[in-house]
């Protein structure tokens, strides 16, 4: 579930660090950096894959900008840093108000089933981004992971991926599957806590957020 919300796949390896900045009205900007973006495929078929990665790319169409714009958010910036390979871009986007920051953040499957929910909501000074996730047989994890430090190490070496969520004038007071920097102004999605918890989770899963605004 943390590859559907760090939402980056197919046969196109990378380096992703993606940030979501979310200040107290609900709007937001968003930040994907990718480098060491490589095909898995050998020849051709990657040839074809990387060609296909860049004209999706200049063309404003890879899966996270159309997301971004069906939200109703913008697209300030997509460019190039590095167009050989291995290749590097950074998108910088804005969703302009709670209701865009929702759309993006709710996911469909292929069959258009409801995965992910995405709500944010305040209260006085309280502010909440929760994610609830339709737990299905192919999620819910069969045994507890057994990963050990070189195995992760090794994972890291394919491919790393985080993203951050930053909270804009609030300190973060409560979270579920998220890691919580020291200052409490962001938090880092946390793919090994989220795999126990779908482990023991019933239909459903919600994994939040929730931080103070500070006093002006």
Excluded: Y
């Excluded at 990657?46 to 404003?60: K, S, T, W």
């Excluded at 986007?93 to 992910?116: H, I, K, N, W, Y």
């Excluded at 020291?182 to 806590?193: G, I, M, Q």
Aim: hydrophobic share 40%; glycine share 8%.
């Amino acid at each position: 579930v943390a590859a559907v919300l760090a939402a980056f796949g197919g046969c196109i390896l990378s380096d992703q660090v993606t940030t979501l900045t979310i200040r107290g009205d609900g709007s937001a900007d968003w930040v994907r950096f990718l480098s060491n973006i490589r095909s898995t495929e050998a020849g051709e078929k990657g040839e074809r894959e990387l060609r296909q990665f860049i004209e999706d790319f200049d063309a404003r169409r890879d899966d996270e900008m159309r997301r971004i714009i069906r939200a109703g958010g913008e697209i300030v910036e997509a460019r190039w840093l590095r167009r050989e390979k291995p290749l590097a871009n950074v998108v910088v986007a804005r969703l302009p108000d709670a209701a865009s920051l929702e759309r993006f953040g709710t996911m469909t499957d292929e069959q258009g089933t409801e995965v992910v929910r995405t709500r944010f909501t305040k209260k006085d000074s309280r502010r909440r981004l929760a994610f609830v996730v339709a737990v299905t047989d192919n999620l819910r994890p069969s045994e507890p992971g057994h990963s050990t430090i070189r195995a992760f190490r090794q994972d890291q070496a394919d491919s790393i991926g985080e993203t951050r969520v930053a909270v804009v004038g609030g300190r973060i007071v409560d979270a579920r599957g998220f890691t919580v920097a020291r200052d409490r102004r962001s938090a880092l999605l946390e793919p090994v806590e989220i795999r126990e918890l779908l482990r023991d989770a019933g239909e459903s899963l919600e994994l939040f957020l929730e931080w103070e605004i500070d006093a002006e």
